[in-house]
């Protein structure tokens, strides 16, 4: 997975759900931290779509604990049917920097990275945007920049530092979290974001302000 194109992600929590998202999406994001036993369920997959896994932290908005987290997330970059894995820049900058067991092990397996990170108080200011998503681009192969948008400000700052990291053709996704910055999730794509995230079920959400993943393909469809 080059994420040369865009792609839609479609999250999920039990891999047997996978052939509903096959209609709208090309790929799944398989939440680890949602699931129950989710290195089997890795083991054992034999769906059609390339397959994202995400072992997100308590800290980040998931629901995994620190322990044996990373161990996981490691074991899944490991795994045949994995594409990519996301790893959070905190667990790669922060004190300890357990991300980086994660990241080598997808190195070592051609495995896609996407290093991301998640800002649910608000929107920084776009200088701290630019470093925060310059940081994630130069460890990962994608850098990923959620943020919760207050007003159509805040949506319009990401969507410029979204345009800049594009025009210089680096790898990111970008959103805004809320209902001031759904619009981003159809519109980011235009400015270069190169990840969407839409569930199949819209009850299934999986950050606030998602939409489905018919919805969200209809749109990205209809914009460009």
């Known amino acids: 997975m080059d994420f040369e194109e865009f792609v839609l992600a479609a999250p999920v929590s039990d891999l047997a759900d996978e052939p509903a998202a096959r209609e709208h999406a090309d790929a799944v994001e398989f939440r680890m931290d949602l699931a129950d036993d989710p290195l089997p369920a890795l083991d054992d997959y034999d769906g059609d779509l390339p397959l994202i896994a995400t072992n997100r932290a308590e800290w980040e908005g998931g629901e995994a604990g620190d322990d044996g987290r990373i161990d996981a997330l490691a074991e899944a970059a490991r795994t045949d049917g994995v594409d ?18 994660a990241l080598a092990a997808a190195r070592s397996q051609d495995t896609a990275t996407i290093v991301s990170v998640h800002d649910f108080e608000g929107t920084p200011e776009m200088a701290a945007m630019a470093e925060s998503l310059g940081e994630a681009c130069s460890l990962g192969d994608v850098g990923k920049l959620a943020v919760t948008a207050e007003d159509r400000g805040d949506a319009l700052d990401l969507l410029r530092v979204t345009h800049e990291f594009s025009a210089v053709d680096a790898p990111v996704a970008t959103m805004a979290m809320g209902k001031a910055g759904q619009h981003t999730r159809a519109v980011a794509p235009l400015y270069g974001s190169r990840i969407g995230y839409a569930p199949v079920d819209p009850g299934n959400a999986t950050a606030p302000g998602q939409y489905d993943a018919a919805t969200l393909r209809t749109l990205v469809e209809n914009l460009q």
């Open 84 to 101: 990519a894995i996301d790893v959070e820049l905190a667990a790669l900058t922060g004190e300890g920097g357990d991300g980086a067991e």
